[in-house]
């Protein structure tokens, strides 16, 4: 397949097939309007509509556009266009004035996880040459300013740095300071095929890697969203899951511009409490992990209600029983619930099953594809191409086993086509683990580990667990008499700033781990020999 390089602002080096463009365009899946001219659209017919909520805060149209603006106008001034700059925060309003403010003033966006540590920061900061940060003071509990210090103090050329809700550190600027300040740059032209942004997310090769997404590229997804998910003007979406994902972020800040929705956000995951929002916002849509369905069904049922406004639930991010969705579908009368399938270079690879008659379907498979194009490659692998996917990785030397000669992504995992077209996930060639949602890539951990004067030799694995996917597992060959534990793992990973998520859970000690011939280690062995040790006798 001829796909060529194109150059962007900033000097991002993309994947571009003219034919496929051209298709884009004309099928009105990518637009010459960026998310930014909506909303300036938006705010000029109906400024007083409410597109978020945060606690006590409520953004209309109105406030977003001046905010977005104005806050655009001091980035224009300070940084070039294609510039990157990166927000790690919780689900907060200001997040979104900042992603909108980014994209008016021609930068990229960078989401990060605010549970990610020193040592991911740092490497995420200077892969993307990030040339600005906005961080919470503290953020459950964590000093996340005094990280920032530490991490920049290592950095050849750190970016500024800038502190939300709190008291902004030596050298940092605090936000309200950075808001005040008042400059006399326009905004620029936005190519809507311009890099908007760029997220990390864990691999197989051990580090990160920076997925590339367009104007055009994200604004497929909306409307592939719109058109499949029974989107309508006057919608809410509830959003637990982190901005900083790629799920949580459309939700977040571009549905609501786009699809004329609203977008009711949750710092913090608590069942009860979305209830309680669900009821009093009328939420219609919802989507997250296996955990957010399960504790959303259980704290329904304990409240006694059914959540009558609820139309669609959307499961996926990690192993999804198929019982759990049958539940939810029967509890949640009115709502369609369905398994997806998808990932951050393509999201939302299949819009689910939701269907009058696709009830066994949005259990037992993983939805049908949309606007991507689908197939099964060789080892049963998932491959798909769409207006959606990714423009590329942020270092091109990724994007060599990323795709194939027919420009279709390359999943890593496996799966089969059923008979009424829907796709049956099966297991995944690629080593990652997925729990709550969230990425594990065991080689950057297992490196991490070895070495550790109690560790001779070490697996990590996932299997799987009813609540979050899967469970990390580190399988280790003990050094001499040593015991490790989950403790003295976690003590290690901490003392190297490594994000709490990444934690093995459980510690199994064996005597060897098992290889073939050539010496790999047998990951599907360990996985087998522990879903046998955790079957129940008889």
Not at 172 to 193: F, G, I
Not at 471 to 486: S, T
Request: glycine content about 10%; charged content about 20%; aromatic content about 6%.
């Amino acid at each position: 397949m001829d796909v060529t390089r194109k150059t962007t602002a900033g000097g991002w080096s993309i994947r571009w097939d003219e034919a496929r463009a051209a298709t884009a365009y004309a099928d009105g899946w990518w637009s010459r309007e960026t998310c930014a001219d909506a909303l300036r659209a938006e705010a000029a017919r109906d400024p007083d509509r409410v597109l978020l909520v945060d606690g006590p805060v409520w953004l209309t149209a109105a406030d977003l556009l001046a905010r977005s603006e104005a806050l655009g106008g001091v980035l224009a001034a300070r940084f070039a266009p294609g510039s990157v700059i990166s927000f790690m925060l919780p689900n907060w309003h200001e997040a979104a004035v900042i992603y909108m403010a980014a994209t008016m003033a021609g930068l990229v966006a960078n989401p990060i996880l605010p549970s990610l540590r020193d040592h991911d920061l740092r490497f995420i900061l200077d892969d993307a040459d990030c040339r600005m940060i906005f961080v919470p003071q503290a953020f459950r509990g964590h000093d996340c300013a005094g990280m920032l210090a530490r991490v920049c103090a290592q950095m050849e050329h750190p970016p500024e740095v800038v502190v939300l809700r709190g008291t902004a550190g030596e050298g940092q600027v605090a936000w309200e300071h950075l808001l005040a300040w008042r400059v006399d740059a326009s905004l620029p032209t936005v190519d809507p095929d311009d890099v908007r942004m760029v997220m990390y997310t864990s691999g197989t090769t051990g580090r990160p890697k920076g997925v590339l997404h367009t104007h055009n590229t994200i604004g497929a997804l909306i409307r592939q969203i719109g058109r499949h998910w029974l989107v309508e003007p006057g919608d809410a979406f509830l959003v637990p899951s982190p901005v900083s994902h790629i799920g949580g972020s459309i939700y977040a800040f571009e549905m609501p511009v786009m699809l004329g929705t609203c977008a009711v956000l949750m710092e913090a995951w608590d069942p009860a409490e979305a209830v309680r929002l669900m009821l009093a916002e009328g939420i219609t849509h919802m989507a997250g992990a296996t955990p957010f369905l399960q504790g959303l069904l259980n704290a329904a049922r304990d409240a006694g209600t059914d959540l009558p406004a609820l139309k669609v639930f959307i499961c996926g991010g990690a192993s999804v029983p198929p019982a759990l969705i049958h539940e939810a579908r029967a509890h949640f009368a009115k709502a369609r619930v369905s398994r997806v399938y998808g990932s951050t270079e393509l999201p939302v690879t299949t819009v689910g099953a939701l269907g009058d008659d696709e009830a066994d379907a949005a259990a037992q498979t993983d939805g049908r594809a949309g606007i991507a194009e689908v197939v099964i490659g060789p080892d049963s692998e998932i491959r798909a191409r769409g207006p959606q996917l990714m423009a590329g990785y942020a270092r091109a030397e990724d994007e060599a086993a990323a795709f194939d000669e027919q420009g279709f992504y390359r999943s890593g995992d496996q799966g089969e086509l059923s008979p009424s077209g829907h796709v049956v996930v099966t297991g995944r060639i690629k080593d990652l683990i997925i729990r709550n949602g969230e990425n594990i890539a065991p080689k950057e951990i297992e490196d991490l580990l070895t070495g550790h004067p109690a560790i001779a030799e070490i697996a990590i694995v996932g299997v799987p667990h009813p609540r979050t996917g899967e469970r990390a597992v580190a399988v280790i060959v003990p050094r001499g008499d040593a015991m490790p534990d989950v403790a003295v793992i976690a003590e290690h990973l901490s003392g190297l700033g490594v994000a709490r998520f990444k934690y093995p859970e459980e510690v199994a000690l064996w005597p060897s781990l098992p290889r073939n011939d050539a010496g790999k280690v047998l990951k599907n062995v360990i996985r087998d020999r522990l879903k046998e040790a955790a079957a129940p006798a008889g």
